[in-house]
């Protein structure tokens, strides 16, 4: 990891409240997220109008998740995050969401648990992100779908994020382990068992949205 920086001091970065105070803050972050949780329903709403429960690996401190419950009222909304303190800020915010301190490594379900899989911008801050993928695999219902949103890693997003986290004294400074492009990605989901049902490309390029299946 670049400059030795662990896992527990990129987290202690953030504040627990990161997402909530920014989408109402900065208009850069609001666009990215609201157009990212669009494009998640959309994608969703592919195959599943009425999921049974959906589980959200990576999932802060519930903002994201919470509002895919406003959208999906009838599911079950679990979500996953080895960040305790955004966990628990979460957990006394939401109450119709439920949120737990886990490991997206080692995910606390049994096989087929879950009809409706979100990752979204995680596989990036992993230490072993073909692992999360396989985890998410197993824990995934053989008629259900993961949805996996994350940067496209391109010129322009490489740009802003290098102002993000750099010249804005960001809290996100060396929180991307591992870099990857489209190909990559489309790659390592078809090598861990899982087919590409759409792509979708978009946020001015700079992100992408996989809707995929088991073989």
């Given amino acids: 990891m670049k400059n030795h920086k662990s896992f527990e001091e990129i987290w202690d970065q953030v ?30 709403k592919l195959k599943h109008a009425n999921p049974f429960n959906i589980l959200d690996v990576g999932s802060a401190s519930g903002w994201f998740l919470y509002e895919l419950k406003k959208e999906f009222r009838n599911s ?41 899989i979100v990752c979204c911008e995680v596989l990036e801050h992993v230490e072993n992100p073909e692992l999360v993928i396989k985890e998410m695999k197993r824990v995934l219902k053989r008629t259900g779908s993961i949805i996996v949103e994350i940067d496209t890693g391109n010129w322009l997003f490489k740009l802003i994020w290098y102002f993000w986290t750099n010249l804005r004294k960001g809290v996100w400074r060396d929180s991307h382990v591992h870099s990857f492009s489209v190909e990559k990605l489309k790659r390592l989901f078809l090598k861990n068992g899982l087919k590409i049902k759409k792509m979708k490309i978009f946020n001015l390029s700079m992100a992408v949205v996989f809707v995929l299946e088991k073989n």
Wanted: glycine share 6%.
């Fill in 76 to 116: 079950d909304c679990v979500g996953i995050d080895v960040y305790k303190k955004a966990v628990d800020y979460g957990k006394e915010r939401y109450k119709n969401i439920k949120l737990l301190t886990a490991d997206a490594h080692d995910i606390p379900f049994k096989n087929g648990a879950f009809e409706i």
């Fill in 15 to 44: 504040p627990p409240d990161y997402y909530q105070k920014g989408v109402k803050k900065n208009m850069l972050q609001k666009l990215w997220h609201k157009n990212k949780l669009k494009n998640v329903i959309n994608s969703i």
